[in-house]
């Protein structure tokens, strides 16, 4: 057992005592002595290509520090109008929004009725992450829409580290969707100092019937934060589910996404962009799991891999017996721009049902030549086609945005990364502004 | 002299294709090359606008009297050189509005100008699509995605248009043209010529001859050219095929 391991569990025997909710006090000790049964075995197919113990062998801070003199810092999208929590340091929550007919709290604080479900999505026993994460959580969003609300403004959910030590955060959020509600929540972590941190989060999402929910997921992290990022999400009859994963940034990520459609007429669509430079590591892990007549899904998945970098995808859907009618597909799409970059994609159907229509398809390529030729030839230097390339590529996942300032942001965003901006500093935590950018190599630390 | 080919050899994974070719071209002078599958008309053209997959094994290619060999294709474009593909390439997401400002921008920036201002650009665009009759709305298109094969050629001579190049290559524009696209097009190379710019046209027919009179003919035939002279050679070449010039 190695140093991060014992600490890990002294601080869930610590929170483990100190939990006043029977359930989850129930859930957190299953799950601990799931983890103590569990191997740190990161040789499985979830950790495919990933260097990960470059990570796991350091000495992470993992005690609940006092938060003191916030000054929270949201991730900037010019123009959009938005109502922001925070979590600081994976405990502290800072909600100054009134008013939203809704309920937003510190997961920590919720009542036994409220954690009706918690743990419910997430099974320890997948992956000694999930179960750590349930046994020693320090904090996390807690959102309850009640039925028949929409909720106008998109919420932010901003989950920002100010600790100095490197850290290993456990981050659980729940969001409970009643019936015939929408809402439209993006979610960032973000860090303002440059040390390594370790972040491990687990979002449960229970969409009630008729439902809407638009969920936008962005990384944009320092070359020394790893980001484990697990989503469970199961949907009731006819809601509807639109994900967005825009991967900019990060040392190593793991993006996992479980969609379960559990009654009919449920539509999950999932989109993904992941941009892998230097010796970054990135994965996208998509479970889809058609249990009901008449449902629908959708995976579109491009990435960009450039130098030494790593890039996964795995993307499983499967129609179980009942599931007729089902309606799946699924799309990944690589460019490889360096001899030495990798990607390993997997599409994977399993289908129980006769009667249902489902594709998939991956390819892994490099930029047309022959487009590069043509575009050279009326006057683009290759540097400026290449570009252009590029963001055509990405530009058909970023079109799939329906909030208009978000795109503009996100086109703008991978614009400047692929134009190297955004990594000019290497330990630089990506969080400048245009103005900020201009002069981003005296700002940033070498 | 605008460009001038001094015995050109020309090969491609070691297979020779043009084997001492010689042309000369002034401003204010159309000539056309014509001659069966296979004897190096594309790679001429491909070869002049700097294409790399091909090695140029002897001979020089002067441009405004420059050795062009150690030319980028962009800086050959930049400085005048234009290509009209024979198969114009599809480039999904790259808009025509983006792809055109991109590439009249890259051109000022290296003349030492600044960005061509926004309303100017588009006014430049709606004059040079009425120019060749496209009706497309271009601004949400991308770069040749979904056109025909005429409106891909027409897009050709938009973007030369777009471009006002000194020395225009055009590699088989007439293929897979019906007679009205083939009219209309002709009729755009035709209010483009000037005194100050030049044509080389390539084509297997010399139906296309009949809207772009050429000043000159060349005959290319297993890599050189076999036979030069006025429009007439082309009807006698229609009249005749190539077999006569086979040597």
């Given at each position: 057992?190695?140093?991060?391991?014992?600490?890990?569990?002294?601080?869930?025997?610590?929170?483990?005592?100190?939990?006043?909710?029977?359930?989850?006090?129930?859930?957190?000790?299953?799950?601990?002595?799931?983890?103590?049964?569990?191997?740190?075995?990161?040789?499985?197919d979830?950790?495919?290509?990933?260097?990960?113990?470059?990570?796991?062998?350091?000495?992470?801070?993992?005690?609940?520090?006092?938060?003191?003199?916030?000054?929270?810092?949201?991730?900037?999208?010019?123009?959009?109008?938005?109502?922001?929590?925070?979590?600081?340091?994976?405990?502290?929550?800072?909600?100054?929004?009134?008013?939203?007919?809704?309920?937003?709290?510190?997961?920590?604080?919720?009542?036994?009725?409220?954690?009706?479900t918690?743990?419910a999505a997430a099974a320890?026993?997948d992956?000694?992450?999930?179960?750590?994460?349930?046994?020693?959580?320090?904090?996390?969003?807690?959102?309850?829409?009640?039925d028949?609300?929409?909720?106008?403004?998109?919420?932010?959910?901003?989950?920002?580290?100010?600790?100095?030590?490197?850290?290993?955060?456990?981050?659980?959020?729940?969001i409970k969707i009643g019936d015939n509600s929408q809402?439209?929540?993006?979610?960032?972590?973000?860090?303002?100092?440059?040390?390594?941190?370790?972040?491990?989060?687990?979002?449960e999402i229970f969409v009630g019937k008729n439902s809407h929910l638009d969920l936008?997921?962005?990384?944009?992290?320092?070359?020394?934060?790893?980001?484990?990022?697990s989503i469970f999400i199961e949907q009731k009859a006819n809601s509807v589910v639109n994900t967005y994963n825009?991967?900019?940034?990060?040392?190593?990520?793991?993006?996992k996404l479980v969609s379960k459609l559990i009654e009919q007429g449920a539509e999950s669509y999932s989109f993904g962009?992941?941009?892998?430079?230097?010796?970054?590591?990135?994965?996208n892990l998509v479970d889809v799991e058609h249990l009901a007549p008449n449902c629908k899904s959708e995976q579109i998945f491009?990435?960009?891999?450039?130098?030494?970098?790593?890039?996964?995808f795995n993307g499983k859907i499967v129609v179980h017996k009942d599931a007729q009618k089902t309606i799946a597909s699924q799309v990944n799409r690589?460019?490889?721009?360096?001899?030495?970059?990798?990607?390993?994609s997997k599409p994977y159907l399993e289908i129980y049902a006769d009667d249902v229509k489902c594709s998939h398809g991956t390819t892994?390529?490099?930029?047309?030549?022959?487009?590069?030729?043509?575009?050279?030839?009326?006057?683009?230097?290759?540097?400026?086609?290449?570009?252009?390339?590029?963001?055509?590529?990405?530009?058909?996942?970023?079109?799939k945005?329906h909030?208009?300032?978000?795109?503009?942001?996100?086109?703008?965003?991978?614009?400047?990364?692929?134009?190297?901006?955004?990594?000019?500093?290497?330990?630089?935590?990506?969080?400048?502004?245009?103005?900020?950018?201009?002069?981003?190599?005296?700002?940033?630390?070498? | 002299?605008?460009?001038?080919?001094?015995?050109?050899?020309?090969?491609?994974?070691?297979?020779?294709?043009?084997?001492?070719?010689?042309?000369?071209?002034?401003?204010?002078?159309?000539?056309?090359?014509?001659?069966?599958?296979?004897?190096?008309?594309?790679?001429?053209?491909?070869?002049?606008?700097?294409?790399?997959?091909?090695?140029?094994?002897?001979?020089?290619?002067?441009?405004?009297?420059?050795?062009?060999?150690?030319?980028?294709?962009?800086?050959?474009?930049?400085?005048?050189?234009?290509?009209?593909?024979?198969?114009?390439?599809?480039?999904?997401?790259?808009?025509?509005?983006?792809?055109?400002?991109?590439?009249?921008?890259?051109?000022?920036?290296?003349?030492?100008?600044?960005?061509?201002?926004?309303?100017?650009?588009?006014?430049?665009?709606?004059?040079?699509?009425?120019?060749?009759?496209?009706?497309?709305?271009?601004?949400?298109?991308?770069?040749?995605?979904?056109?025909?094969?005429?409106?891909?050629?027409?897009?050709?001579?938009?973007?030369?248009?777009?471009?006002?190049?000194?020395?225009?290559?055009?590699?088989?524009?007439?293929?897979?043209?019906?007679?009205?696209?083939?009219?209309?097009?002709?009729?755009?190379?035709?209010?483009?010529?000037?005194?100050?710019?030049?044509?080389?046209?390539?084509?297997?027919?010399?139906?296309?001859?009949?809207?772009?009179?050429?000043?000159?003919?060349?005959?290319?035939?297993?890599?050189?050219?076999?036979?030069?002279?006025?429009?007439?050679?082309?009807?006698?070449?229609?009249?005749?095929?190539?077999?006569?010039?086979?040597?």
């Amino acid at each position: 057992m190695n140093s991060l391991e014992k600490s890990l569990i002294n601080l869930a025997d610590d929170l483990i005592k100190a939990e006043k909710n029977s359930s989850v006090k129930q859930k957190r000790m299953e799950a601990l002595d799931c983890f103590a049964k569990q191997d740190f075995n990161y040789k499985s197919d979830n950790w495919l290509n990933a260097k990960i113990d470059v990570f796991l062998k350091r000495q992470y801070q993992t005690s609940i520090k006092e938060v003191s003199d916030i000054q929270a810092f949201s991730c900037e999208i010019d123009n959009i109008e938005s109502n922001a929590a925070y979590l600081v340091n994976g405990n502290k929550l800072i909600n100054n929004n009134k008013n939203l007919g809704l309920q937003l709290s510190n997961i920590v604080d919720v009542t036994e009725t409220e954690a009706s479900t918690f743990a419910a999505a997430a099974a320890s026993e997948d992956d000694c992450l999930y179960s750590i994460n349930t046994a020693a959580f320090t904090g996390g969003f807690f959102l309850n829409i009640p039925d028949n609300t929409v909720v106008e403004l998109p919420l932010q959910l901003i989950s920002v580290n100010n600790q100095q030590e490197d850290s290993f955060y456990n981050i659980r959020n729940l969001i409970k969707i009643g019936d015939n509600s929408q809402v439209k929540i993006i979610q960032c972590d973000d860090s303002v100092v440059d040390n390594y941190l370790f972040i491990n989060n687990i979002t449960e999402i229970f969409v009630g019937k008729n439902s809407h929910l638009d969920l936008y997921k962005m990384y944009n992290l320092s070359n020394s934060t790893a980001v484990v990022n697990s989503i469970f999400i199961e949907q009731k009859a006819n809601s509807v589910v639109n994900t967005y994963n825009f991967e900019l940034n990060a040392g190593l990520l793991r993006s996992k996404l479980v969609s379960k459609l559990i009654e009919q007429g449920a539509e999950s669509y999932s989109f993904g962009i992941y941009l892998v430079d230097k010796q970054q590591y990135m994965s996208n892990l998509v479970d889809v799991e058609h249990l009901a007549p008449n449902c629908k899904s959708e995976q579109i998945f491009k990435g960009i891999v450039d130098d030494l970098a790593r890039a996964v995808f795995n993307g499983k859907i499967v129609v179980h017996k009942d599931a007729q009618k089902t309606i799946a597909s699924q799309v990944n799409r690589n460019i490889l721009l360096s001899e030495k970059a990798k990607v390993n994609s997997k599409p994977y159907l399993e289908i129980y049902a006769d009667d249902v229509k489902c594709s998939h398809g991956t390819t892994v390529g490099q930029l047309n030549e022959e487009a590069l030729f043509y575009m050279q030839a009326r006057g683009i230097s290759v540097e400026n086609a290449r570009r252009l390339l590029l963001n055509a590529f990405i530009g058909e996942v970023i079109d799939k945005i329906h909030i208009e300032p978000i795109k503009v942001r996100m086109s703008d965003l991978v614009k400047k990364r692929l134009n190297g901006e955004l990594s000019k500093c290497n330990n630089c935590i990506i969080r400048c502004s245009d103005a900020q950018l201009n002069d981003a190599d005296d700002n940033c630390i070498e | 002299m605008l460009l001038q080919i001094k015995n050109l050899h020309v090969s491609i994974e070691g297979k020779e294709i043009l084997k001492g070719l010689s042309l000369n071209v002034n401003r204010g002078e159309v000539h056309a090359i014509m001659g069966p599958n296979g004897t190096g008309k594309s790679t001429l053209a491909s070869v002049i606008a700097g294409r790399d997959i091909f090695s140029i094994d002897g001979g020089e290619i002067l441009y405004k009297n420059n050795d062009i060999s150690g030319w980028s294709v962009d800086k050959r474009a930049n400085e005048g050189i234009f290509l009209s593909f024979q198969y114009p390439v599809e480039i999904p997401g790259v808009s025509m509005v983006n792809f055109m400002k991109t590439a009249i921008n890259e051109k000022r920036s290296y003349l030492g100008q600044d960005p061509i201002p926004m309303p100017e650009f588009m006014a430049k665009m709606e004059e040079k699509k009425q120019l060749v009759e496209m009706q497309a709305k271009l601004t949400n298109r991308s770069v040749n995605e979904g056109f025909s094969g005429g409106e891909k050629k027409k897009n050709e001579i938009f973007q030369m248009a777009m471009l006002e190049p000194e020395l225009a290559i055009l590699d088989e524009t007439d293929s897979g043209l019906d007679i009205d696209a083939l009219r209309v097009v002709s009729n755009g190379v035709n209010k483009l010529r000037s005194s100050n710019n030049a044509f080389i046209i390539i084509t297997h027919y010399q139906r296309l001859l009949d809207y772009i009179v050429p000043d000159f003919v060349h005959v290319l035939y297993d890599g050189k050219i076999v036979k030069s002279g006025t429009k007439e050679l082309a009807l006698e070449l229609e009249e005749k095929g190539y077999e006569n010039f086979k040597k």
